[in-house]
């Protein structure tokens, strides 16, 4: 079952703004991860961010987090056209086992030059 | 260099001729898993390994199959492929523990005639 969801499903913007994605998901986690995903390939861990966590950055790269309304944002700041991709948020479920690792559906970006 | 291979990368075949996708990983991680992915339906989980012979169901098995003889291999096997497995598929690893990210190899686009 899909727990995250993004949104929006796709987006486009013009390189040097920022992009803002979301994440809901439903039942109780341990921790939520963004991955990105270039077209057809694998994909590639950006950041983690812990329950108890509210913000995160990793260079151009910011991550919010709230438990209370089972939702993340992933903001990525002076966008570049090499950013273009597929992001997916995943969530681990709390109680302990992080195996059954659950992905959403995507957000498309399109960073136009 | 630290990654997840996969072969093969592309493959076409006819329904019901068995065959085995390959995924081996070099960072002597105890988790390995694999998904699918399709159009509208994002990742879902098919099989995971917490370590060797100890393997387990994911979202979506039906019409796989998976063995874990050796930790760095955990091949997905299709024994009657049929075309509902046209998909791309990727296998993950990442080290033991409650949380971490997954490393995924560049994936095998399967298209069963």
């Known amino acids: 079952s899909q727990q995250g969801e993004e949104d929006p499903q796709a987006l486009s913007i013009q390189e040097g703004e920022n992009a803002t994605m979301n994440c809901s998901y439903k039942?109780?986690?341990?921790?939520l991860q963004w991955y990105r995903q270039n077209s057809g390939r694998g994909l590639v861990h950006l950041i983690l961010i812990r329950s108890n966590e509210r913000e995160k950055h990793s260079g151009r790269l910011r991550v919010t987090l709230d438990t209370s309304k089972k939702s993340s944002s992933l903001l990525i700041t002076a966008s570049r056209a090499a950013d273009t991709a597929s992001y997916f948020c995943?969530?681990?479920?709390?109680?302990?086992?992080?195996?059954?690792?659950?992905f959403g559906k995507g957000t498309l970006l399109t960073v136009n030059p | 260099e630290a990654q997840v291979t996969q072969n093969p990368r592309y493959l076409i075949t006819v329904t019901g001729k068995k065959l085995t996708v390959t995924c081996s990983q070099n960072m002597n991680h105890e988790y390995m898993s694999w998904y699918r992915q399709d159009p509208g339906l994002g990742l879902r989980q098919i099989y995971y390994?917490?370590?060797?012979?100890?393997?387990d169901k994911g979202d979506v098995p039906e019409g796989y199959k998976v063995s874990r003889k050796e930790k760095r291999n955990f091949p997905l096997i299709l024994e009657s492929p049929s075309p509902n497995q046209t998909s791309l598929y990727f296998c993950?690893?990442?080290?033991?523990?409650?949380?971490?990210?997954?490393?995924f190899g560049e994936g095998s686009r399967l298209t069963v005639l």
């Open positions: 993950a690893s990442r080290a033991s523990g409650n949380t971490g990210e997954l490393f």
């Open positions: 390994s917490m370590n060797v012979e100890v393997t």
């Open positions: 995943a969530t681990g479920p709390s109680g302990g086992s992080n195996y059954k690792l659950t």
């Open positions: 039942t109780s986690i341990n921790n």
